[in-house]
């Protein structure tokens, strides 16, 4: 297949994983260790955050890329008590922490929506109030103490979560910067701005291909432009780039994400994982990995009518643990074959 080919569609990914307390909340009554818990059709439902989804992928992502300066966490810095992305050394084209989950910027007034959507992960049975006792028997001991037990909300169940992924947003990004002055010399293109407190924004390793167009070795491309009071400044992934992100994505979240909490490691392995290529970017799977007719199974029924829409070009499902009550025979719209999906992406 050819490289260079840009990836034109969508893609959305619901999976179900095996968890157990993944994220805890305050201590109630000083002793009791909670779980975070959302209310679902009145009933408990244990719940991840999004933000911490979004932690612990990228967390992942730079684990499995450690020598690709692509995914070094962006510098951040501080500005009036807001903690914020450092866009004077940093951009799509050199992170793709901030291509993947976009940034705000409130200094130089810069914003990106991110092109991968999360949603919170929740559980699919319902919380009845487990609890388990602990004590730290090993240190009291050690010191000659007395014990100081606790206790702590458990949930062991079924999870599921949905991460969304635009492409045709993914490798793009426009800046505005007011009063933008750009200079170019020995492959480091300069733009001063009239933002007080930011440093010069400065890209290296760019080379001059024309008039107002700068591209790097990836070949990836700057170019600027004006609109009559702003710089204007597009960035354009190259799509041998792209493809690598995107194949870093799918990778981190077809095998697992790591995952810790109070000292135990979970992960996020799926054991049900259903992917789709999109007509447009849309979690069309959200909330159809339902609870089925037998405990900790998933709802067969439900999963093959998300299956019906029609944004939907081509499917890949994986039942590792055999989790459907009721199996899924989907249409001719189902690739088997993991690979040959990811390549339908780029077709």
Known sequence: MNTTQQATKSLTISMA??????NRDEKIGGTVLSIKKLSKNKKAHSVLSKPSQRYHLFQTLVHL???DPDWTPCEVVREKEVVQFDLSKRNILNSAELDLFGYMNTTLMLMRKSPLG?????????WRGDMLFYANHDLVKRANATPNP???EEHETLFETTFTLDTLRLGKDQWKVKDGKPTYKDGVLLIEHGNKGVDTIRMEGMEKVQEGIFQDASGSKVSLSS???????DFQLSPEKKKDRIQALLFALKNGIQYQVSGESVGIVPAFFLAATLQVPVPVFHRFLKAGETPGSLDGHSIQNALENEYILDFFLQDKQNLLDHPCDGNDKRVEDWGKFVDSLFA
């Open 65 to 67: 890329n450690p020598q």
């Open 227 to 233: 609109d009559g009071k702003f710089l204007v400044v």
């Open 17 to 22: 994983f095996n968890g157990a307390a993944i």
């Open 118 to 126: 999360l949603t919170k992960a929740l559980s699919i049975e319902e």
């Open 150 to 152: 606790y206790s702590k």
